[in-house]
């Protein structure tokens, strides 16, 4: 069976694709809260899939190499990257963004990147497949500390995407509809969620995208 690592597969979107990808890959779900994982395990195993559960910060870089390793040696390679994990900061006004906040999401959302990428370049090979998702929201009016850091990382997996088009491995950057997501509601609280697309919905519509061959 194909491999799967997904990173921030606790909730949310992550979630959604772990339990779609389920039937055709062995999931390795990164995420930090232990009960979501094993309630996601439950499901994937309701289904008749298995997964590998790590619970672990994707900004620890010793947990991540060790990760990395583990796969290596437990499967010799990996077939895809699904990068789901987000640290959402707290809206505020460019100049009262707190350090705290903007260095974790300095350290989630790009430098954990990063890091992973170079990590895990060699597990995917010539064949693998990496996994981005596109939210615009740079330049816009109290999103300085989210909007540049995932701005920054979209841009990072865009020159890895353009320095791997002969050699591999294959990465892809999408752009999901707006979701009920936690993230979302920290962001727009009271927005009217019932015209947002429902997670498994979008996981099935991103689904062909993520697994096409072309």
């Known amino acids: 069976m194909k491999t799967a690592l997904i990173t921030g597969a606790s909730r949310g979107l992550g979630a959604a694709l772990a339990l779609a990808l389920a039937p055709t890959h062995h999931i390795i779900a990164v995420g930090r809260t ?8 439950d499901r994937i195993k309701e289904a008749g899939g298995q997964s590998t559960l790590a619970p672990m910060d994707i900004s620890t870089d010793a947990a991540m190499q060790q ?3 583990s796969i290596y040696d437990r499967w010799g390679s990996l077939d895809l ?11 505020s006004p460019a100049s009262h963004i707190a350090e705290k906040d903007f260095e974790k999401s300095v350290a989630i959302n790009l430098t954990a990147t990063s890091r992973l990428i170079s990590y895990v370049t ?24 989210y909007g540049t850091t995932k701005g ?4 990072l ?7 791997s088009v002969k050699t591999g491995p294959d990465v892809r950057i999408l752009s999901p509809k707006p979701m009920p997501t936690g993230t979302r509601a920290r962001f727009y609280p009271g ?11 979008e996981a099935a519509r991103l689904l062909p995208e993520i697994l096409d061959p072309a």
């Open 152 to 155: 920054a990382q979209i841009a």
């Open 122 to 145: 060699p597990l995917l090979g010539e064949t693998g497949r990496a996994v981005f998702f596109d939210d615009p929201h740079a330049g816009q009016p109290f999103f300085g500390s």
């Open 157 to 163: 997996a865009r020159s890895w995407q353009a320095e």
């Open 34 to 41: 232990t009960g979501a994982l094993e309630e996601l395990d």
């Open 67 to 69: 990760l990395c390793r």
């Open 191 to 201: 927005e009217d969620r019932a015209p947002l697309s429902d997670i498994h919905t």
């Open 81 to 91: 990257w699904v990068h789901t994990a987000i640290h959402g900061a707290p809206l």
